[in-house]
């Protein structure tokens, strides 16, 4: 595999790493307001809270699809790259979602879902830019190493 060619399934990857961060943060940040409601529902926040907190746990879900999908090629683009011991591991990520999901028998139980999520994304954001910073790197490799050819 020729320098260029490298470069270009780097770049593949990082692209499929930054629209996954992007799923991820979003994500993050519903959660939190879902987090929020939630804690307002359990004082007793009453059938607007409750619908507010059922709203953003939708939106949440729909948000943690598309990281999923988001990470499913960013795997297919890691897998790419040459030399680059490098594999997200999707297994948890995949699981949770539909466990948080099926809906809750009481509010604590969903605070603790809400929570778990929130985990949840937060470990797979930190695994996506520790891999994402290695691809930078191997970026710069490959992009020094072209410009200064070996004799």
């Not at 699809?65 to 995949?94: G, P």
């Not at 778990?116 to 695994?127: M, S």
């Amino acid at each position: 595999m020729n320098e260029e060619y490298e470069l270009k399934e780097v770049e593949e990857a990082l692209s499929a790493a930054n629209n996954a961060l992007d799923h991820l943060y979003r994500a993050k940040e519903i959660l939190g307001s879902a987090s929020t409601m939630g804690i307002l529902d359990i004082l007793g926040g009453g059938m607007f809270i409750t619908f507010l907190k059922q709203r953003k746990m939708s939106e949440a879900r729909e948000q943690m699809e598309a990281a999923q999908r988001a990470l499913e090629v960013f795997n297919r683009e890691l897998d790419d790259v040459r030399n680059m011991n490098l594999h997200l591991h999707l297994d948890d990520f995949t699981a949770f979602a539909d466990y948080f999901f099926d809906n809750g028998f009481t509010d604590l139980f969903v605070q603790g879902k809400i929570s778990d999520a929130r985990g949840q994304v937060n470990h797979a954001i930190q695994e996506v830019g520790r891999l994402q910073k290695e691809l930078q790197d191997r970026e710069e490799e490959l992009v020094y190493a072209m410009d200064h050819p070996a004799h």
